[in-house]
C-alpha cells in the first residue's frame, strides 16, 4: 500500500501505538515509528516490531530525536555529508500519520515550529504526499479557543485558502475534510478519558485511523 511515517507524540492515547503498527501492518503498508521524547512515557519501543526504513545500518523499531542528532550529549558535532534524519525520512515517507497528535504537537505545527525531528519533518513535508492527523486531549483542551486558530492554521499549512472562522473544532475537521485532498484530520471521539473526565478528545478508534490511511494512499497512487 504505502510506506507510512507514523509520527506519536506525547498524549495518553500514545498506549495504543503498538496496536495502530500492527493494524498498519496488516492493512499492507510499510511502517516506521517517529516518536516524541514525551511519548516514549506512554508505550515500550520494545512492543514495536522493527520498522520499514533502515537508518544506520539498522532498522529501528522507534526512531526519536536521539537518532537525528546522535552523539550530542557525548559531544559529537555533525560532520558535512552527514544525512539528516528528517529529510530523509521525509524523502522515504509516502503517507504522515500523527497519531495521536497532541495540543502541544499541534500548537507547534500550527504555528510552523519545529524543534524535534517530527516537527522538523512536519515542516519539510511535501505537500503533494497525504497527512493524516488524529488529535487526542482532555476535552477542555480540545475545547479550548486556540484550538479552532490552530486547525485553521493547519489548513492554510496545507494550501487551503478561505477557510472561515468557527468556534467548533469539529466544523472545521469537517470543512479542511471536505477541501483538502491529501489532508484528513480524524476526529476525536466522546468517552471517559484516562484522567476520569468523560466527553470529547479521546483518540478515534484504530479502525476509523486505519481507514483514512487506507483511503489517502489508495487514492495518492490513483487506486
Known amino acids: 500500500m504505502a510506506r507510512v511515517l507514523f509520527g506519536v ?5 500514545a498506549i495504543r501505538t503498538p496496536e495502530l503498527v500492527q493494524a498498519l501492518l496488516a492493512a499492507g503498508h ?3 515509528v517517529l516518536a516524541t521524547e514525551a511519548a516514549l512515557y506512554f508505550f515500550d519501543p520494545a512492543d514495536v516490531p522493527p520498522g520499514a526504513f533502515p537508518w544506520q545500518g539498522q532498522n529501528w523499531p522507534v526512531l526519536t530525536d536521539e537518532h537525528e542528532w546522535p552523539g550530542r550529549q557525548q559531544g559529537r558535532r555533525y560532520q558535512r555529508g552527514d544525512p539528516v534524519l528528517h529529510i530523509e525520512l521525509r524523502r522515504w515517507a509516502e503517507l504522515l500519520l500523527i497519531a495521536p497528535l497532541d495540543a502541544h504537537t499541534l500548537a507547534k505545527l500550527a504555528t510552523g515550529l519545529c524543534d524535534n525531528c517530527l516537527t522538523c519533518v ?5 505537500w503533494a504526499r497525504p497527512v493524516v492527523l488524529a488529535p487526542a ?3 477542555l483542551m480540545w475545547e479550548h479557543p486556540f484550538t479552532c486558530r490552530h486547525l485553521q492554521a493547519l489548513g492554510l499549512t496545507a ?3 478561505n477557510l472561515p472562522e468557527d468556534d467548533d473544532p469539529l466544523s472545521l475537521l469537517e470543512r479542511i475534510n471536505t477541501c483538502h485532498r491529501v489532508l484528513r484530520v480524524v476526529p476525536p471521539q466522546v468517552k471517559a478519558l484516562a484522567c476520569g473526565d468523560i466527553g470529547i478528545g479521546a483518540l478515534a478508534e484504530v479502525e476509523a485511523i486505519c481507514q483514512a490511511v487506507n483511503d489517502l494512499a489508495a487514492s495518492h497512487r490513483g487506486g
Request: no cysteine.
Open 122 to 126: 512536519w515542516r519539510a513535508w511535501d
Open 137 to 139: 486531549m482532555n476535552t
Open 159 to 161: 494550501g487551503i485558502a
Open 9 to 13: 507524540t506525547g498524549s495518553v492515547a
Open 30 to 32: 510499510a511502517v516506521q
